[in-house]
Structure formats: structure tokens, C-alpha cells
């Protein structure tokens, strides 16, 4: 157990609709990161929040934005879904602000868009 | 998005053999880490490499940060049941950076 939690586990929806996957960091972690795991682009890192402001931004799509709250849980919108935004979505979380080495991974909200 | 080379893409060994796997890039790396995953699980931290040539082992895994810092190696020796899994390695092309570019995946099957 990496002590980074992440909700819901499993979500299914359709085309066109909106969903918030939930990270909550291990305790004391200011960094959280989110990634995008699918079939046939592997794991992509989306974006990095250090203690509530955006840090870093991968290949995240305009219509996917994230936040990261006072209480240092984060949240991953995806909004207007496509069938190509099915995928495992993870957060990660670290102590530091810039850290690769030390980053722990949480287990996943697998996203289905049917 | 950019991702790492990673060879082979299956494995299927039997208990006790020792496995190797490796990851290549066009772009210098300067910190690489190779990662587990489990099913239904996020990956987990192996192994971190910061220095080109380093050799570093942790308990039957050993990784290298090849010299020309474009490649990386893992060595799994003596194999048991639980190795298996997707083993993926990462590459950070600045120190600190956040960005990590990871690999596509060597998946380790244990025949009984």
C-alpha cells in the first residue's frame, strides 16, 4: 500500500459526459501528479500540482483540467469524453517538489467511455 | 507523447532463471528508474539510477545507467512467482524534472 488513495476505482460512462477521479496524496505530500496509462500510448504523464499550484503539464488535453485543494487532495476533470479517453488514470504523490525518484504511485481509477 | 524503447515486450521464463530487460532512448537521460507493476495496481518503485555507468542492485535486481546515458539495463536473478508482472522503466531528462518519459512495458510471465 503506497498510502495514495484514488477514487472511484472503476468508472464507466458515455461519449460526450464529464467525470472527477479523486487523489488523495500520502501523508505530508505536497506534490501530487497525475498520469494517463492506455494500450497504445503507455504512461503519460498529464500534469503536477506542488502544494495547491500547477507545477509542471505534460500532454494533457485541453478538456481535461486539474486542481489541487487546501487539504492537498486533487482532482482530475475530463469533460466532452471520447471513447479514446478510456485508459487507467493515476496519481502519484512525493514529498518534493521536483521529485522523479520519489514518487508513489497510487492503484488506479480505471475509466471506461463507452 | 514521447516514450522509451523497452525490449523485450513478453518474456516467459521459468522459476529460477534470471531475466534481462532493457530500455533505449534518442534523448540523454540523467536520472533513470525502472518500476513494477502489479495487476490492478499502480507501478512501483524498483530501482533509481543518477550517474552514467552507475551499477546498482536491490536484493536479486540489478540495474545499470548505460555510459552513454541514452540507455538503461535490469537483471533479475534467480526468478520466483511473484516477479511477475509489467516491468517499465522511466528516464528524467533534468535533475529534479517532473516530466519522467516512461517505457512501453517488458511483461514477465513465470512458467510453472
Known amino acids: 500500500d503506497s498510502g495514495v488513495t484514488q477514487t472511484p476505482k472503476h468508472l464507466i460512462t458515455a461519449t460526450g459526459q464529464r467525470v472527477t477521479l479523486r487523489c488523495s496524496p500520502r501523508s505530508g505530500d505536497l506534490s501530487v501528479y497525475w498520469y494517463q496509462q492506455s494500450l497504445d500510448q503507455g504512461l503519460q504523464f498529464l500534469i503536477q500540482?506542488?502544494?495547491?499550484?500547477?507545477?509542471a503539464k505534460g500532454n494533457i488535453l485541453e478538456r481535461f483540467s486539474a486542481q489541487q485543494f487546501p487539504d492537498l487532495h486533487s482532482e482530475l476533470n475530463l469533460s466532452s469524453l471520447e471513447l479514446g479517453d478510456s485508459a487507467l488514470y493515476f496519481c502519484a504523490s512525493s514529498p518534493h517538489p521536483g521529485g522523479s525518484d520519489t514518487q508513489y504511485f497510487g492503484p488506479g481509477t480505471r475509466l471506461t467511455v463507452l | 507523447g514521447q516514450q522509451l524503447n523497452q525490449s523485450p515486450q513478453s518474456m516467459f521464463i521459468q522459476e529460477g532463471e534470471d531475466v534481462s530487460m532493457n530500455c533505449t532512448s534518442s534523448s540523454i537521460f540523467n536520472t533513470w528508474l525502472w518500476y513494477k507493476q502489479d495487476p490492478g495496481e499502480g507501478p512501483v518503485l524498483l530501482i533509481a539510477?543518477?550517474?552514467?555507468?552507475e551499477l546498482t542492485s536491490n536484493g536479486r535486481l540489478t540495474a545499470q545507467f548505460g555510459i552513454t546515458r541514452k540507455d538503461s539495463f535490469l537483471n533479475i536473478s534467480a526468478s520466483i512467482p511473484s516477479d511477475v508482472g509489467i516491468y517499465f522503466c522511466?528516464?528524467?531528462?533534468?535533475?529534479?524534472?517532473?516530466?519522467?518519459?516512461f517505457g512501453t512495458g517488458t511483461r514477465l510471465t513465470i512458467i510453472p
Open positions: 500540482y506542488y502544494n495547491g499550484e500547477e507545477r
Open positions: 539510477l543518477y550517474k552514467a555507468g
Open positions: 522511466a528516464g528524467d531528462t533534468h535533475f529534479g524534472n517532473e516530466k519522467l518519459t
